[in-house]
């Protein structure tokens, strides 16, 4: 039986990869913050799957619960087959502001924690020559928005890195880059999206099984929607003096949302 690791395995984005390793009789180890939560969806997943769901609290924020998820993915009596850094939330912090916590939040729950969650899994699948990494960035890694967008390219670019270090291992490395999904990421953020037109989003479901055939495939990068990827592609290929411009007014009309 395989068995994933999720972090942010409760909402959005990480709850539709449980569903989807859930119905595949995938094991499940679930990270999340949410203590109440996280019980409730692992409960909900056992009783509707029939599949073994392991929880782990844990605030990725902190370096310690960083180190508890990376041990549980070395634990070689119950190996992880399939790690998923899904973590994240929205940094809209102006990158002027003297006070970097909400920054400093994000480079702890997006980079490094998949950073070294990465690191822990690439070693423990390489020595069992099998296992799938995805790492969930973002098509705003295109854009120049904000710092979320700094930390998205990151990924973006930190995941293929980690899948060229681990060519012929057997473990498979992929970024996930989703568009606008509908989940509670954005409200949390504050962003109520009436700007964004309706053929732009994403179904989180959808989503997730169109990733798990790019991963089958053995793709880097994974671009769910036919509509994403060509905007990906253009994004890709505008002179940078446009792509600011355009990021400008993206940020003008989200911040007109507030």
């Known amino acids: 039986m395989h068995r994933a690791l999720i972090t942010g395995g409760t909402a959005g984005i990480g709850a539709a990869f449980a569903r989807a390793f859930a119905g595949r009789g995938t094991a499940l180890v679930l990270v999340a913050r949410?203590?109440?939560?996280?019980?409730e969806v692992a409960a909900q997943l056992r009783r509707e799957f029939g599949v073994e769901v392991e929880t782990l609290v844990a605030d990725?924020?902190?370096?310690?619960?960083?180190?508890?998820?990376?041990?549980?993915?070395?634990f070689a009596a119950e190996p992880v087959d399939v790690l998923v850094n899904n973590a994240g939330f929205s940094v809209r912090a102006s990158l002027l502001e003297a006070d970097l916590a909400p920054h400093d939040r994000g480079f702890e729950v997006m980079i490094r924690t998949v950073l070294k969650l990465g690191g822990a899994a690439g070693r423990a699948m390489s020595a069992r020559g099998e296992g799938w990494?995805?790492?969930?960035?973002?098509?705003?890694?295109?854009?120049?928005?904000?710092?979320y967008s700094a930390?998205?390219?990151?990924?973006?670019?930190?995941?293929?890195?980690?899948?060229?270090?681990?060519?012929?291992?057997?473990?498979?490395?992929?970024a996930?880059?989703?568009?606008?999904?509908?989940?509670?990421?954005?409200?949390?953020?504050?962003?109520?999206?009436?700007?964004?037109?309706?053929?732009?989003?994403?179904?989180?479901?959808?989503?997730?099984e169109d990733c798990l055939r790019d991963v089958a495939r053995g793709r880097p990068v994974s671009i769910p929607s036919t509509r994403w990827k060509l905007i990906a592609a253009v994004l890709r290929a505008m002179p940078r003096g446009l792509v600011a411009r355009l990021s400008a007014l993206i940020s003008h009309r989200r911040n007109r949302e507030k």
């Open 34 to 39: 949410d203590a109440d939560r996280l019980a």
């Open 60 to 74: 990725l924020a902190d370096r310690d619960a960083q180190q508890r998820v990376a041990d549980r993915l070395e």
């Open 133 to 147: 990494i995805i790492n969930v960035g973002s098509v705003s890694a295109l854009v120049t928005q904000n710092n």
């Open 151 to 174: 930390i998205k390219a990151w990924t973006g670019n930190y995941s293929e890195s980690l899948g060229v270090q681990l060519a012929g291992t057997g473990v498979q490395v992929t």
């Open 176 to 208: 996930l880059m989703p568009g606008w999904v509908r989940t509670e990421f954005h409200s949390r953020a504050g962003i109520k999206g009436s700007s964004i037109p309706g053929p732009l989003w994403l179904d989180p479901e959808r989503l997730v």
